[in-house]
Nanobody
Framework: QVQLVESGGGLVQAGGSLRLSCAASGRTASNYAMGWFRQAPGREREFVATISGSGSLTNYKDSVKGRFTISRDNAKKTVYLQMNSLKPEDTAVYYC?????????????????WGQGTQVTVSS
């Protein structure tokens, strides 16, 4: 099994930036496809961004395009989510997830391993 640990969450003012990290360990291949999801209070978990195993292909939720960037360092087995121009509606617990294949997916059930989540709070 892959173990995933997120870090980098916190409290930031609207318009600010945060960078989330997700470190993988355990049964890992450095080129698993990875994704970021988020869950706001009272809402279902939703897709945010995904990246292919090579890092060359990405997808984003429409509302974060142009503000968030997903990237990866396969040598470090770490995936990042750079979040700029943050808005109060970005407030949520952010989860990283891994697929045991190299192809991206925006669908939650396609992911086999999940981190514990990191809280991001954006104040207005």
């Amino acid at each position: 099994q892959v173990q995933l640990v997120e870090s980098g969450g916190g409290l930031v003012q609207a318009g600010g930036s945060l960078r989330l990290s997700c470190a993988a360990s355990g049964r890992t291949a450095s080129n698993y496809a990875m994704g970021w999801f988020r869950q706001a209070p009272g809402r279902e978990r939703e897709f945010v961004a995904t990246i292919s195993g090579s890092g060359s292909l990405t997808n984003y939720k429409d509302s974060v395009k142009g503000r968030f960037t997903i990237s990866r360092d396969n040598a470090k087995k770490t995936v990042y989510l750079q979040m700029n121009s943050l808005k109060p509606e970005d407030t949520a617990v952010y989860y990283c997830a891994a697929r045991y294949v190299t192809t991206r997916s925006t669908i939650e059930k396609d992911y086999s391993a999940w981190g514990q989540g990191t809280q991001v709070t954006v104040s207005s």
